[in-house]
């Protein structure tokens, strides 16, 4: 059973800083990519950062230089690193993978609030 639990979201004021993990289990974790995406209220889901089992990285240009995505595949777990948080990057934080005939997965969010 594949599970995804993302932890580590919270309140901050502008300009402050998130960590957030996500916890995977049921996967073989190294071999896949992991991605986070968000989802602002009235809005559509949107891609964040992902990360590729070599450690390749992406990034929207919004979080570009801001937020750093990474992996430690030994705890099975990715992270996203948020600096500089701004208002606009209030939402929920969604980890997500795709496996192979199986689809997509996702975890079950966790928000993040930034205060002006």
């Known amino acids: 059973q594949v599970q995804l639990v993302e932890s580590g979201g919270g309140l901050v004021q502008a300009g402050g800083s998130l960590r957030l993990s996500c916890a995977a289990s049921?996967?073989?974790?190294?071999?896949?990519?992991m991605t986070w995406y968000r989802q602002a209220p009235g809005k559509q889901r949107e891609l964040v950062a992902t990360?590729?089992?070599?450690?390749?990285?992406n990034y929207a240009d919004s979080v570009k230089g801001r937020f750093t995505i990474s992996r430690d595949n030994a705890k099975s777990t990715v992270y996203l690193q948020m600096n500089s948080l701004r208002p606009e990057d209030t939402a929920v934080y969604y980890c997500?993978?795709?496996?192979?005939?199986?689809?997509?997965?996702w975890g079950q969010g966790t928000q993040v609030t930034v205060s002006s």
């Open positions: 990360i590729s089992s070599g450690g390749g990285t």
């Open positions: 997500n993978t795709e496996l192979a005939r199986r689809g997509a997965y």
């Open positions: 049921g996967i073989i974790f190294s071999i896949n990519r």
